[in-house]
């Protein structure tokens, strides 16, 4: 592909968009250890310069899009895409009393996301190779298992996914502690016992409990992956658990994580053994791009978390990338969401080197029975 650069880069036009897809667990809703939802929102951000279209996204609630459209679109409108970063830093600046975390720095990453996509289709290469990037490829992990599946769906899912070439799957547990034996059984005898088992509380199990399931999960399950199994605010509980916990059986968080002192927060605390990171949440590719090598200077290796479109060509960026979560629900909706997915391969995702940024389009006539915000002419 050309690195030639298109001459105008100036933004002439932002559009936001607000899609909710059900999800199609049992009665229409999932379960994980300390939540229950019945859909999940994109937040899907367009920017437009030089006769090209940039797409960023994110997942949260609608009120995402207004945060987009009130604080962040008059700062893009005019604005010059040859340096993301340049943009991020106003973008955080300008929102300092509205709130940095949480919504707002959601809203920046569908942004920045969209500009990096952006900059990227104008020089006609793809996101992974207009980064930094260390890697062509990023492993996967299966995720799903929610704690309402059916034991028969869940071992299904579970290994269905090894029997498509990935080699490590994580299941949701610690909603109801007493069914988890039974579901852990049945997950790894529909695995065998090559497969890497991975789980996540969702921050639902006290520090003593946590200590107790971490046991079990090694020695009777060959867990090798907690997640969260207190809430990722309790730093000296992660690291009670990453430092008394039975070896070999990796502790994990960071998934909640928005602004760069999160992150700090974790790694400083000594909490975690493997460091979560969500490019839809922490600030988009710029803010991944400073986690990433705050992570490296604490010799800690980063799993991507969810939103496998994106983040397939963002984590090329992170020096100590470990895999990326292949989450069931963001799946299903990019799939149904966007043309120029991206397939597993060998238990890995790798980005197309002949699609310009992320390589995505979207799929107009299928997502407009999910809108939930915007309208149905801002994208023509």
């Known amino acids: 592909m050309s690195g030639e650069r298109a001459a105008e880069t100036i933004v002439d036009s932002v559009d936001v968009h607000g899609l909710t897809v059900p999800t199609d667990g049992p009665g229409g809703v999932e379960q994980d250890g300390t939540l229950e939802w019945d859909s999940t929102t994109m937040i899907l951000v367009r920017v437009h310069a030089g006769g090209r279209v940039g797409i960023g996204y994110t997942y949260g609630d609608r009120s995402v899009a207004t945060f987009v459209d009130s604080k962040l679109v008059p700062l893009v409108l005019g604005a010059n895409v040859d340096a993301p970063p ?7 600046a300008a929102i300092r009393n509205a709130g ?7 809203a920046v990453a569908a942004v920045d996301m969209a500009v990096w996509d952006l900059s990227a289709r104008l020089r006609r290469l793809p996101l992974f190779r ?10 996967v992990y299966g995720s799903g298992g929610f704690t309402n599946y059916p034991v028969d769906r869940l071992a299904d899912q579970l290994a269905g996914w090894v029997a498509e070439g990935i080699p490590r799957v994580k299941l949701k547990t610690s909603r109801q502690p007493r069914q988890d034996p039974r579901r852990l059984s049945a997950v790894r005898a529909a695995l065998g016992v090559g ?14 409990q946590a200590l107790y399931w971490a046991r079990r999960f090694a020695d009777e399950w060959g ?20 430092q008394n916990g039975p070896l070999g059986l990796d502790i994990a968080a960071g998934e909640y994580g928005f602004v760069l002192h999160d992150f700090d927060d974790l790694l400083s605390a000594g909490a975690v053994d493997c460091l979560q990171a969500d490019v839809t949440r922490c600030g988009g590719v710029t803010g991944l791009l400073q986690l990433g090598g705050l992570a490296a200077s604490h010799q800690i290796d980063v799993s991507a978390h969810c939103a496998p479109a994106a983040s397939a060509h963002a984590f090329c960026a992170v020096p100590r990338l470990r895999h990326l979560e292949y989450f069931h629900d963001h799946v299903r909706i990019e799939h149904r969401v966007f043309d120029g997915n991206l397939p597993v391969i060998e238990g890995a995702l790798r980005p197309d080197p002949d699609r310009a940024g992320l390589g995505l389009e979207v799929r107009w006539p299928d997502v407009e029975q999910y809108r939930v915000y915007g309208n149905t002419t801002s994208h023509r």
Not at 131 to 138: C, Y
Not at 198 to 207: I, P, Q, S, W, Y
């Open 86 to 92: 340049m943009l991020w830093e106003r973008m955080f």
């Open 100 to 106: 940095r975390s949480g919504v707002g720095a959601m």
């Open 130 to 139: 207009a980064l930094p990037a260390f890697r062509d490829e990023v492993p």
């Open 195 to 208: 497969p890497e088992l991975f789980v996540d509380a969702n921050g639902a199990l006290t520090r003593k």
């Open 223 to 242: 867990v090798g992956w907690l997640e969260e199994p207190v809430t990722s605010d309790d730093r000296e509980g992660l690291r009670l658990l990453r």
